[in-house]
């Protein structure tokens, strides 16, 4: 009798799978695996993987999301409402490329089909007690350590988010609440969201190269005590014919609706934006400062909203007035609106490199810059050295290859 080598016939039996998948043109590697219920321990999404996303998923304490370049997730069509959620002690390690950028979409392929990335940090936020819930997934987040590190999102693009869970909850492409300095957040996308493309919910952290596209409501968002950084965030928003909804502001800034001086004050600074509105009537506003605010903005342009910039609440006005906020070199291709009477187009124009009914136009929607800006790379080390206003010059369009 005959012995087989059943190792080495496993082996060719696997080898011969493989050689016909591949000449029928079926990738083997794009198997699907479920992703929901709660993480505490690591996992990886690996690169080349298509993974359905079936529920919340939450990041709990000791657990960490490693997700590989390329990999893919798929939200469910279905009654459950999907989203991702990093909790205060769990962590994420979600690194694309340029090449093989994250994708997070829908089987459904339209706005509000589901809840979009959260993740809850330890840094401050200014509500009453220091720590809050989380809109989405009742998370703790908030506390007393400013860099606290939830991990890192990096070339990301999340599609069609928004999911409305009532009247008061819709869920953003991104949202970071009491996120910390240590997270590395830098080439994030948000397309055709329901509702916001970016908001924070107080926090330190910082960002890099964000893009929000086609948002519903506010492409960026935030309050109770942001103090982070950001440079290269660049809005768009298309015609309602185009793409069936109206859009908000490009940004809608508050430090605190219930006390607008509550500590930390939301006190961003961010530099090299580029915020295109769709020419609404119904919704003016492109840039609107209110509730407390305080903010120092540098080398951006605002335009598409007849009402480019919009000053609210005496004490985001006083900010302005007094020197402790301030707008440097930025091109309005409208005009300024002041809710109080103390900040003025007037006040606006004295400062050098301020322009209003400026002549703007673009390639691509965005992609093109204003000649001259302040450099803050001797400001702050954080922000890289430029000598223009906006945020993808034609010489180096950055959202190449992993933008749509």
Not at 311 to 329: K, Y
Request: aromatic content about 8%; proline content about 3%.
């Amino acid at each position: 009798m005959k012995h087989i080598n059943w190792k080495m016939a496993v082996t060719s039996l696997g080898l011969l799978i493989l050689a016909v998948s591949c000449e029928k043109g079926i990738d083997p590697v794009t198997e699907s695996a479920d992703l929901s219920g709660e993480l505490t321990q690591a996992k990886t999404l690996k690169t080349g993987m298509t993974y359905t996303l079936s529920g919340g998923l939450h990041v709990k304490a000791g657990g960490v999301l490693t997700i590989e370049p390329g990999v893919i997730i798929v939200a469910k069509d279905d009654d459950i409402v999907d989203y991702i959620l990093v909790e205060q002690d769990g962590k994420i390690s979600a690194q694309g490329t340029a090449q093989k950028p994250i994708v997070m979409t829908s089987e459904k392929k339209e706005a509000g089909a589901w809840g979009g990335v959260h993740i809850c940090g330890r840094a401050p936020i200014n509500v009453t007690g220091t720590q809050s819930k989380s809109e989405i997934g009742d998370a703790l987040y908030g506390g007393n350590d400013p860099a606290h590190n939830s991990g890192t999102l990096s070339y990301i693009r999340v599609e069609y988010t928004g999911y409305a869970f009532s009247e008061e909850k819709e869920a953003n492409g991104f949202t970071f609440y009491g996120v910390g300095n240590g997270t590395i957040v830098d080439h994030l996308q948000s397309y055709k969201g329901s509702d916001d493309g970016f908001e924070w919910f107080g926090g330190t952290v910082n960002v890099k190269y964000l893009v929000a596209t086609d948002n519903s409501d506010d492409s960026f968002d935030w309050t109770e005590g942001w103090t982070g950084k950001g440079q290269f965030m660049v809005a768009v928003q298309g015609a309602e014919s185009t793409i069936g909804y109206e859009c908000d502001c490009l940004i809608e800034a508050d430090n605190n609706s219930k006390d607008f001086s509550a500590a930390p004050v939301s006190f961003p600074v961010l530099a090299n934006l580029t915020l295109v509105g769709n020419g609404s009537t119904l919704n003016k506003r492109g840039v609107r400062l209110r509730a407390g605010t305080h903010i120092k903005l540098y080398n951006t342009i605002i335009c598409g909203k007849p009402n480019s910039l919009t000053t609210e609440t005496t004490e985001t006005e006083s900010s302005l007035t007094d020197g402790v906020s301030l707008l440097d070199h930025i091109s309005l291709s409208g005009t300024i609106s002041s809710s109080e009477g103390l900040y003025s187009e007037a006040l606006f124009t004295a400062v050098p490199g301020n322009g209003i009914h400026q002549d703007l136009s673009f390639m691509n929607g965005y992609v093109g810059t204003v000649a001259e800006g302040k450099d803050m790379n001797p400001v702050d080390p954080f922000f890289m050295a430029t000598d223009y206003t906006g945020a993808v010059p034609s010489a180096n369009d950055w959202t190449q290859g992993w933008c749509k």
